[in-house]
T-cell receptor, first 112, second 113 residues
Framework: DVKVTQSSRYLVKRTGEKVFLECVQD?????MFWYRQDPGLGLRLIYF???????EKGDIPEGYSVSREKKERFSLILESASTNQTSMYLC???????????FGAGTRLSVL | KQEVTQIPAALSVPEGENLVLNCSFT??????LQWFRQDPGKGLTSLLLIQSSQREQTSGRLNASLDKSSGRSTLYIAASQPGDSATYLCAVKSTGTASKLTFGTGTRLQVTL
């Protein structure tokens, strides 16, 4: 079974802090994704990566950056957390193009 | 820009009923469409993936259909059970968009005893 693991289920941070969200997958997938999910807005793509050290902006990249130094790990970075970044963050991975995306359990981030 | 809509936003049915969830999309140039299930506070689980060349896919009590020309997909759940209670999301991969998916906002299903 594919496993996508997000390092934290719940996180509370203060405004202005630098925040790291980590995601690890164990299926040697090329593609990895970061989404945020907000009530009434659905899932929105922040960034994705189709190879090590490669990244592409999604629909809402502002205020975020990513890092993919190893194939299995994709990190989302909030350089200076703000209250409007309070959300559920979901990581996913897939092989090739257009294949099934497998999701982690999510990290619920609260920025106070 | 692709837009995906799911109506209704919420649905409550008694156990045992057959039901249909709807998904519509604005751009018919799609590569595939996926249906996901999400339990409260959890991640998404893929249920079915339909390629653009297919009309339907089945898995157990679930059957998903795709009509590209009309921009619609349906997820049929037979003999619903309380364990089916969850939010169901559809997501479209449009052609020429690498691996990006566009998600609907979901239908929250409650199956009552």
């Amino acid at each position: 079974d594919v496993k996508v693991t997000q390092s934290s289920r719940y996180l509370v941070k203060r405004t202005g802090e630098k925040v790291f969200l980590e995601c690890v997958q164990d299926m040697d997938h090329e593609n990895m994704f970061w989404y945020r999910q907000d009530p009434g807005l659905g899932l929105r793509l922040i960034y994705f990566s189709y190879d090590v050290k490669m990244k592409e902006k999604g629909d809402i990249p502002e205020g975020y950056s990513v890092s993919r130094e190893k194939k299995e790990r994709f990190s989302l970075i909030l350089e200076s957390a703000s209250t409007n970044q309070t959300s559920m963050y979901l990581c996913a991975s897939s092989s090739g193009g257009g294949n099934i995306q497998y999701f982690g359990a999510g990290t619920r981030l609260s920025v106070l | 820009k692709q837009e995906v809509t799911q109506i209704p936003a919420a649905l409550s049915v008694p156990e045992g009923e057959n039901l249909v969830l709807n998904c519509s999309f604005t751009d018919s140039a799609i590569y595939n469409l996926q249906w996901f299930r999400q339990d409260p506070g959890k991640g998404l689980t893929s249920l079915l993936l339909i390629q653009s060349s297919q009309r339907e896919q089945t898995s157990g009590r679930l059957n998903a259909s795709l009509d590209k020309s009309s921009g619609r997909s349906t997820l049929y759940i037979a003999a619903s059970q309380p364990g089916d209670s969850a939010t169901y999301l559809c997501a479209v991969k449009s052609t020429g968009t690498a691996s990006k998916l566009t998600f609907g906002t979901g239908t929250r299903l409650q199956v009552t005893l």
